[in-house]
């Protein structure tokens, strides 16, 4: 399932796997790698949030929270209503 434009999780008998989106340098083509694996949903989706959040880095605060609503948002389509 992808979870904007930047993430996917995968799930398999045991877990959830949680991808990332980057570019390849070697073969300049985008790729997915692994950010890690999960007992459920939700521990991959907090995972999520806390890696994109950490990511940017904390030197604006009004950006953060336009990332978070960011994020809620693109969750919040994925659920059927």
């Given at each position: 399932?992808?979870?904007?434009?930047k993430?996917?999780?995968?799930?398999?008998?045991?877990?959830?796997?949680?991808?990332?989106?980057?570019?390849?340098?070697?073969?300049?083509?985008e790729?997915?790698?692994?950010?890690?694996?999960?007992?459920?949903?939700?521990?991959?989706?907090?995972f999520?949030?806390?890696?994109?959040?950490?990511?940017?880095?904390?030197?604006?605060?009004?950006?953060?929270?336009?990332?978070?609503?960011?994020?809620?948002?693109?969750?919040?389509?994925?659920?059927?209503?």
């Amino acid at each position: 399932m992808l979870i904007g434009d930047k993430y996917k999780i995968e799930s398999g008998e045991l877990n959830i796997t949680l991808f990332k989106k980057y570019n390849n340098k070697k073969t300049k083509k985008e790729a997915w790698r692994l950010i890690g694996y999960f007992t459920d949903i939700k521990q991959a989706l907090w995972f999520m949030v806390k890696h994109d959040i950490q990511g940017m880095g904390f030197d604006n605060l009004v950006k953060i929270d336009q990332r978070l609503d960011e994020i809620h948002a693109t969750i919040k389509a994925l659920i059927p209503s």
